[in-house]
């Protein structure tokens, strides 16, 4: 089985910090991280090689520096890894990268695909099913469970109240929630092996062909940015000394405000 | 033209989601912004008679989609059925809950219909002026360049979501392609008191299935019952402290933490004395946590827990010190007795729950 | 000259990062405590590869070099010392001295299963009677002509990992009237592939130490324990030189693990003053503090760069054993300078056994002590002063 994996380089939210002053992102020194929800579907696709056969191939559109995103990846085991960068991509919205990786996907082959559900950065958990789509393939979100079944996957794909079994022929794509598998370290024979390997670059010019220049990058992305902003750096808040009858009617009167109620 | 606000009805088993109802009464105030209408798009199998209650909801119309293909949720045939409903009635905007429902679907129809689709909204405008309300009262948000590149009378949906795990919002447009779609998290919007009685279209739209349209084959439905706990996923703590005076107290802060759909947690110094599990423990040496409501029950706040727990996005303390550290931290900070207030917030969370359901 | 990590031991040094973080992290209060080490965590090592890292591949190594190696000990150290002297153990004392002086034969039989996973070492030189001084080995090898075997009979004392190891390279003497001249090195199967004890092998319970407490460190006794003569390393009297090369290296890996306790303890304390509040402010803020931590953070500094170039010495194939034994000296008072102000900069939580600078203090002291006490490192580095 071809499978591949489109993963995606994101800063650790959790140790991105708002400078209180400017109420801007401070992104310096936080370090790039493979997105949690991939690096499950890379685990994923890394048991399945393992049960049936076949390789894995991992795809990451970004910056040059996500190079050592691909890196990790194939410290991990996977078998080869593609590259997706050009200025033309930048600035991409959920839309215009789904054309891009699908795109790049087409000329790569694939049996399965699996993307992430969501990234940490954006949590829009839209490119998988966007990709589905362009490559006009069935995809199941939420996969919390894939087990290979003769010629189907037989996929538990999570709800808030429910899940569902289903089986799914390929071609098709998956997007992994980060219970799907609990990923591995990289190998540190691993990452030696991984640095001799080649990562295939691919810029505007190696998709063209199967790309309308008009939908992709900033110009080409139907949603935009009208701004950023941080939230209200956070009072000092209030202490309240009063009946506890008063206590509670407070504390109803925040939740309802916080939207807990 | 495109015109119009079309909110998709999510419904399982035949009840229609809460978000549905939250969506509508958001609608109503947008459409009413836009002197538009609103519509709910109900699919499903033998669904038809929910209609009323979106009507009553804040629907000015129902299209209803029926087909046995349509019972249980599976991705194509609901994006073949919501596809034919978006190029045949041409919609403005097309909202949707940011659910694991409404996050598969809107995609893949946003994909196929080529337009853009906004993820995990949690505040919406149309008007300009309210927009700018909502951001000076929020943010610190720069109006003067928004007003010179988009001007006072723009009419496009300004969707505002947060983005890098809660730490930054941004509004988003969709400014050349229509409809302007948007899933939207659920308990965020606010429903509308039900019009009993209220008249509204009722429309039934065919979709002719094939058998093909049924990609998938589901081999079986589960409803799940609760799933074991993670502190650092549940959206609301309530934690307790020494003091609680007992073990057992524990029970009357689940009771608070089960009304909120929430979880216990704990100081240090509970687990250590055997009062509750150490997977429950918050601080430096247990696990750090950041949901929406970290309530703090009899802790003090030493250090240790504060590191664990400070980048809660709300929290509520209560202590019978009132200078415990804990307060400093706090958006709401109760001097009392936990005793004495826990039970009677279990009492008045009940009575909310009553009159709000 | 070039002070940056390449991109593949950057590359390492997270992956360790990570996985000292997440999984060494978690137990190590309590490895300490119950004074034993977990052997799923070191299971865990063996399958990442932590216990092979400066070995070829064509053993079923890694592949990486002393730097690598050297990053590793740092990155697990940060969280606990007794890890770090584990894979130290294993890897620059049992393994180096087979990979240094085994045979082809040797190396397929003896290393391969120690660093693909499936064996742990040990090293037998320091007895009772024989520490910094260790000419003044006991332990006799007797050869008996009739079986080709030696028959091993003595007592080594704070073996590490012979608690658990399955293979332990020990010395003994062959000719008592040959000094140094006179011992040898012999691989010595501690158990067979079942897990049974090999007859003669006695090892101790976990002797009662002051710090490093999760490390298996026993006596281990040898009672007429039969070993084939293929199981000698090099030659009859190589011993004491296969003794002191694998110490030599060692010592990078006691130095960077100094430098691990040290950053571990200060990021720690740099966590706490952050945070911790006192006459109106975070600790952090008065510059008595500042200035202290500017200083720890300095001499961290520069005891890495030492251990780092040491290592990068080795690799190059060039004599390393003074630079060595300067980076071990420097680092390991480092640790020990570092890991006390830590605990006074956190004041009485600092004193306490639930935040790990406490530990990290009691660990520390270890490293002026074994591997070659500082003034050991002292006899080395001014012996290649040509002072005489």
Not at chain 2, 34 to 44: F, I, Q
Request: proline residues 3%; charged residues 25%; glycine residues 8%.
């Amino acid at each position: 089985m071809k499978i591949v994996v489109c993963i995606k380089q994101v800063p650790d939210t959790n140790e991105v910090k708002l400078d209180p002053k400017t109420n801007r992102l401070i992104r310096d020194g936080v370090p790039s991280i493979i997105n949690h929800d991939d690096k499950s579907g890379i685990e994923a696709a890394l048991q399945l090689r393992e049960k049936v056969g076949g390789t894995v191939t991992v795809v990451c559109m970004g910056p040059p520096q996500a190079d050592v995103a691909l890196r990790e990846a194939l410290a991990m085991g996977c078998d080869d890894a593609y590259l997706l960068s050009a200025r033309e991509f930048g600035g991409s919205d959920t839309c215009a990268t789904a054309i891009i990786i699908s795109t790049a996907l087409k000329k790569i082959g694939y049996d399965l695909v699996i993307t992430g559900r969501q990234a940490i950065d954006g949590d829009t958990a839209q490119v998988g099913p966007q990709i589905a789509e362009n490559l006009g393939i069935p995809q199941i979100s939420y996969a919390e469970e894939i087990e290979p079944n003769g010629d189907v996957l037989t996929v538990r794909r999570q709800y808030e109240d429910r899940h569902h079994m289903i089986d799914i022929k390929t071609p098709c794509l998956l997007t992994a929630l980060q219970e799907l598998a609990e990923p591995r370290y990289m190998h540190a024979g691993g990452i030696i092996d991984a640095y001799d390997k080649d990562i295939t670059v691919w810029g505007f010019d190696d998709l063209k062909d199967g790309l309308n220049p008009d939908h992709i990058g900033l110009n080409g992305s139907p949603t935009k940015v009208v701004t950023s902003f941080g939230k209200m750096a956070k009072g000092a808040g209030t202490k309240l000394d009063v009946s506890p009858d008063e206590a509670v009617a407070a504390i109803i009167a925040k939740m309802e405000e916080r939207h807990i109620i | 033209m495109s015109k119009d606000l079309y909110v998709i009805a999510e419904q399982r088993d035949g009840e229609i989601a809460k978000v549905t109802f939250e969506l509508l009464g958001e609608a109503t105030v947008l459409a009413a912004d836009l002197n538009e209408k609103v519509y709910a798009v109900l699919m499903g199998d033998k669904i038809k008679d929910k209609s009323q209650e979106l009507i009553e909801a804040g629907a000015d119309g129902v299209i209803v989609v029926e087909d046995p293909m349509l019972a249980e949720y599976v991705t194509e045939p609901y994006a073949k059925a919501l596809t034919a409903v978006i190029k045949n009635y041409d919609p403005n905007i097309v909202l949707f809950g940011a659910t694991s429902i409404g996050r598969d679907l809107a995609p893949r129809v946003a994909a196929r219909v080529h337009t853009g689709l906004t993820a995990d909204c949690t505040h919406l405008d149309i008007d300009m002026n309210k927009y700018f309300d909502f951001l000076h009262a929020t943010s610190t948000a720069d109006t003067a360049s928004i007003e010179k590149r988009l001007g006072m009378d723009d009419k496009t949906l300004k969707m505002t979501r947060p983005a890098f795990g809660g730490n930054v919002m941004a509004t988003i447009r969709c400014a050349d392609y229509r409809p302007q779609m948007a899933t939207v998290r659920p308990g965020v919007m606010k429903k509308i008191a039900p019009q009993a009685g209220k008249q509204g279209t009722v429309e039934e739209f065919k979709v002719e299935f094939t058998a093909a349209d049924m990609n998938v084959d589901i081999k079986e439905v589960v409803k799940d019952t609760k799933k074991a706990v993670d502190i650092t996923e549940a959206k609301v703590l309530v934690s307790g402290g020494r003091g609680i005076g007992s073990p057992e107290f524990y029970q009357e802060l689940k009771k608070v933490a089960d009304l909120l759909g929430g979880e216990i947690s704990s100081s240090r110094a509970n687990v250590d004395a055997g009062w509750i599990e150490r997977d429950r423990q918050v601080g430096q040496t247990g696990k750090t946590v950041r949901p929406e409501l970290y309530m703090a029950c009899g802790i003090s706040g030493a250090i240790q827990h504060i590191a664990g727990m400070e980048n809660s996005e709300c929290v509520i303390a209560i202590n019978k010190n009132d200078t415990a550290a804990i307060f400093e931290v706090s958006d709401l900070g109760i001097v009392g007795d936990v005793k004495v207030i826990i039970p009677k917030l279990v009492e008045a969370l009940d009575k909310y729950k009553a009159e709000n359901n | 000259m070039d002070f940056k990590l390449s991109k593949t031991h950057l590359l390492q040094q997270e992956m360790y990062r990570r996985f000292a973080e997440n999984e060494v992290k978690p137990l190590a209060e309590e490895m300490d405590e119950t004074e034993v080490y977990s052997m799923e965590l070191l299971a865990k090592m063996h399958k990442y590869g932590l216990m092979g890292i400066p070995y070829s591949k064509e053993y079923g190594g890694v592949g990486g070099d002393y730097l690598s190696y050297a990053l590793c000990m740092e990155e697990v150290s940060k969280m606990d010392g007794s890890t770090g002297i584990t894979i130290s153990v294993h890897t620059s004392l049992c393994c180096s001295c087979i990979d240094s002086f085994g045979t082809e034969e040797q190396k397929q039989k003896f290393l391969r299963p120690l660093i693909d996973g499936s064996k742990t070492g040990c090293y037998g030189l320091t007895e009772p009677n024989a520490g910094s001084d260790a000419a003044g080995q006991q332990t006799q090898a007797v050869y008996d002509e009739a079986t080709d075997e030696y028959i091993i009979n003595g007592g080594k004392i704070f073996t590490t990992n012979s608690g658990f190891a399955d293979t332990c390279v020990v010395f003994a003497l062959t000719d008592k009237t040959a000094g140094t001249r006179g011992i040898s090195a012999f691989v010595v199967p501690l158990k067979d592939d079942d897990g049974n004890r090999t007859p003669g092998v006695t090892v101790s319970d976990n002797i009662k130490r002051m710090g490093i407490r999760a490390a298996s460190n026993c006596e281990v006794s040898y009672e007429n324990v039969r070993v084939p003569a293929a199981n000698r390393l090099g030659k009859e009297g190589q011993g004491f030189k296969i003794a002191m090369k694998a110490l030599d290296g060692g010592r990078i890996g006691i130095a960077a693990q100094s430098v691990g306790l040290a950053q571990g303890a200060l990021n720690e304390a740099v966590e706490y003053v952050k945070e911790r509040k006192q006459f109106g402010r975070p600790i952090a803020a008065f510059q008595t503090t500042q200035f202290k931590l500017a200083d720890m953070q300095t001499k961290i500094d520069a005891a890495r760069l030492l251990t780092w170039r040491a290592a990068c010495i080795k690799d190059a194939g060039e004599n390393y054993g003074p630079a060595a034994a300067m980076a071990k000296l420097f680092a390991s008072d480092v640790a020990n300078q570092v890991c006390r102000e830590a605990v006074q900069l956190m004041g009485g939580y600092g004193y306490c056994r639930e935040y790990p600078v406490e530990r990290a203090l009691r660990d520390a002291k270890i490293t002026e002590i074994y591997e070659g006490t500082s003034e050991v490192m002292k006899m080395v580095i001014s012996g290649s002063m040509k002072l005489k």
